[in-house]
């Protein structure tokens, strides 16, 4: 009841609930199926023409296979003998078991034949439970003709064995329905070539682009805070545009320009392409560039420039002191934006998915296993999905260890002074920087390009045509509403609830909530989209909240995704205001709730505004949960434009018309955030 009587305490337990449910229960969910077994399936072709029965090793998963004589297999399960299949008389095969108690067998219409089973006190690791094998019997007529189902004869032996009657030249479906919990997902996740290949694949993409685009970003921004360099607020504005850009947007473009069928490609006749390991790195490290660029730039600036002046009136050098000094006073902003970075290249979805379709990484695998056309296998989705979080905590880890060993506090007494570059240096710096930012927005000048051009059949022509934006707003007008709805209801509870955590964070500060809501919001951070998605689906997939397939799911997935933007700024902006101007409201009369109104929140506005807009920014451009949350009508932008970059005969007129639709809506409200200098309220206590 106290809590009632105070709305902070209230809005406090309602939000820590609807966190708790949201980041921690979907992520036990996944850990949850991820240590569920399924019981396998594998089709016996029956023996022929004195050969005796083989099972199809194409079809065979969740058991092992040993063949003990020529007409007889050992199906094994976890390292113990599972049952045998005697097929030594022709027409009939005989289940034989020492860790099986078989049940009465029966026989639905369609002729499939269910055998409940028990798994005996021996063999008590493979189940805590029972379970049951579905039989069913396919006969292959002549060529072209369809198989057809029929039915079984079952026997059940004195010996507890179970002989059952087929047909000539017939398949038998075994399927295992049994759910065993157990650490096999694991065992076969570690032991599997192509699951390997995914892991060491990302952290090699990862760790590869990173360490370039940090090279770069680093220099650059020493650069810019170390010389006067004209126009370096355009400088900042540019890379900050591309920085929000959508992650696909330059797989997508390099791939028109340097792909099989590219625009460079076919006109200069080249037999090498962009597609690969290579070409992945090449444009994740554009990705991520601007993201080191503008932490490493904002660290650089804020070093004491007595610290400078001091080692050269010692003795150093400029080398000297960038090294000794500079850098290791920057060392928290660029180990920052290096973290930032490799989390970026390591969760990347798209870029990885369209620039090489048989390269395996974590998210692609994750997404590839859960969607499977032929059936997706949630457990080893789940299974690689624990391990990408784990592998993001231990990169989470390693960065706080590391910045943790030592200080790198100083006392600030004036702004750096930047100082006037050589003519020679001038020239070399306004060089590098026009050769990265043109390559970083040689994808967003391909686009709006080719949106002008006609596509024939995957192929740029030369005739110029406005046919892209109208087969857009004529067929996929109801896109850009979905995004823009879905998005402005996740920025909305972003904006509010974030504001409110920040208030509770920094005002508040109640005994465990406090600290417990600035970890939960911070916690899909470290979750990748595709992982957080597939949560969702699981955990709103069933009554009694059934929220998969709807609007609604896109709104929460986004929420949680991008609220650590909105309330890390308001929380940047609350420890600017001095405590004693509430308090000086309450003292007057004010009331908690309209000293916060009219006093506090007037002086955060612009903060709040900002990471509002950036959560925005970053909503509209998600695809990893995206690709997977969706379903029509519900189809934002990013899912149109991926579509129909991917799939056969896709429409690449559409996806470049829908991606410039979408830049302008992205940098309209950037531009208010770099261009305009917003002014909070100013409140005086004497209008309370």
């Known amino acids: 009841m106290h809590a009632l009587r105070d709305p902070w305490k209230f809005f406090t337990l309602i939000v820590f609930f609807v966190l708790t449910v949201l980041t921690v229960v979907s992520q036990l969910w996944i ?36 063949r003990e004589a020529p007409s ?48 005996s006190s021996g063999a008590a690791a493979f189940s805590s439970g029972g379970g049951r094998f579905q039989i069913e019997q396919k006969v292959f007529g002549a060529i072209f003709q369809s198989s057809a189902s029929q039915k079984l004869q079952v026997e059940r032996l004195a010996s507890g064995s179970l002989r059952i009657y087929h047909a000539p030249k017939a398949y038998l479906n075994f399927k295992d329905s049994s759910v065993r919990v157990g ?76 792909g099989s069928s590219g625009i460079i490609t076919r006109a200069l006749g080249l037999h090498w392409t962009i597609m690969g390991m290579h070409g992945v790195i090449w444009v994740i490290i554009w990705l991520i560039f601007p993201v080191v660029f503008l932490l490493s730039y904002d660290s650089f600036v804020s070093i004491d420039n007595s610290m400078r002046e001091c080692s050269y009136s010692l003795g150093a050098d400029r080398r000297q002191t960038l090294f000794r000094i500079e850098l290791p006073l920057a060392i928290p902003g660029i180990v920052t934006g290096l973290y930032m970075a490799l989390m970026t290249a390591f969760t990347d979805f798209g ?64 702004q750096p002074s930047a100082r006037m570059p050589s003519t020679r240096k001038k020239i070399g710096i306004e060089m ?28 740029l022509s030369a005739t110029p045509t406005l046919e892209n934006f109208a087969r857009l707003f004529r067929l996929n007008l109801n896109s850009i509403w979905v995004t823009l709805t879905t998005g402005t209801a996740a920025t909305f509870l972003t904006f509010a609830v974030g ?25 899909p951070y470290i979750i990748p989209g595709t992982v957080l998605a597939i949560g969702f689906i699981l955990m709103f997939n069933q009554p009694p909240i059934l929220l998969t397939g709807t609007w609604l799911i896109l709104v929460l997935a986004y929420f949680v995704r991008k609220l650590p933007y909105a309330m890390k700024s308001a929380e940047s902006a609350l420890y600017r205001i ?42 509209m451009t998600e695809i990893s949960s995206t690709i997977m949350l969706y379903r029509p009508p519900w189809k934002p932008m990013t899912a149109v434009i991926f579509e129909n970059t991917i799939d056969a005969g896709a429409d690449f007129g559409v996806a470049s018309a829908m991606t410039v639709v979408l830049m302008v809506m992205l940098y309209v409200p950037l531009y208010f955030i770099t261009m305009k200098t917003r002014k909070p309220k100013e409140t005086s206590i004497e209008e309370l």
């Not at 097929?87 to 055998?115: C, N, R």
């Not at 032991?191 to 680093?218: C, Q, R, W």
């Not at 390559?439 to 006609?454: D, E, G, Q």
């Not at 001095?578 to 000293?595: D, F, I, Y």
């Open 183 to 258: 650490l096999g997902n694991y065992i076969t996740f570690f032991t599997t070539g192509k699951y390997l290949d995914a892991i060491v694949n990302s952290l090699l993409i990862a760790l590869t682009a990173t360490v370039v685009a940090g090279a770069l970003g680093t220099i650059l921004a020493y650069l810019y805070a170390r010389y006067s360099m004209p126009m370096t607020s355009a400088v900042i504005s540019r890379v900050t545009m591309a920085s929000v850009s959508p992650p696909f947007l330059g797989a997508y473009a390099w791939r028109m320009l340097l």
């Open 72 to 119: 007889v297999v050992v199906l094994s399960r976890a390292g113990r003998d599972f049952f045998s299949i005697d097929s030594s008389v022709s027409g009939q095969i005989v289940l034989s078991s020492q860790s099986l108690i078989f049940g009465e067998p029966a026989l639905d219409e369609d002729g499939k034949l269910t055998i409940p089973y028990k798994v």
């Open 499 to 523: 504001v409110g955590i920040a208030y509770v964070i920094v005002k508040k500060r109640y005994p465990f909530f406090g600290q417990a809501l600035n970890l939960l919001v911070m916690v």
């Open 351 to 414: 870029t990885p998915y369209i620039i090489s379709l048989d390269l395996n990484t974590l998210p692609v695998l994750i997404y590839k296993e859960f969607m499977s056309e032929v059936g997706g296998d949630y457990s080893i989705a789940s299974t690689g999905s624990i391990v990408m979080v784990l592998l993001s905590s231990a990169i989470l880890m390693g960065q706080r260890l590391y910045l943790a060993k030592r200080s790198y506090a100083s006392i600030k007494t004036r």
């Open 432 to 459: 590098l920087t026009l050769l990265l930012i043109a390559i970083a927005f040689v994808p967003h000048v391909t686009v709006f390009v080719t949106s002008f051009f006609r596509w024939e059949a995957g192929i």
């Open 578 to 619: 001095h405590p004693a101007l509430e308090e000086a409201a309450r003292g007057l009369g004010a009331t908690p709730a309209r000293s916060f109104r009219d006093v506090t929140f007037p002086l955060m506005i612009g903060g709040v505004i900002s990471g509002a807009t950036l959560s925005f920014l970053q909503i």
């Open 31 to 66: 850990l949850k199926t991820s240590v569920q077994e399924k019981g396998g399936a594998f089709t016996l072709r029956a023996a022929q023409a004195n050969q005796p029965a083989e099972i199809e090793a194409e079809t065979l998963s969740g058991f092992a296979l040993r």
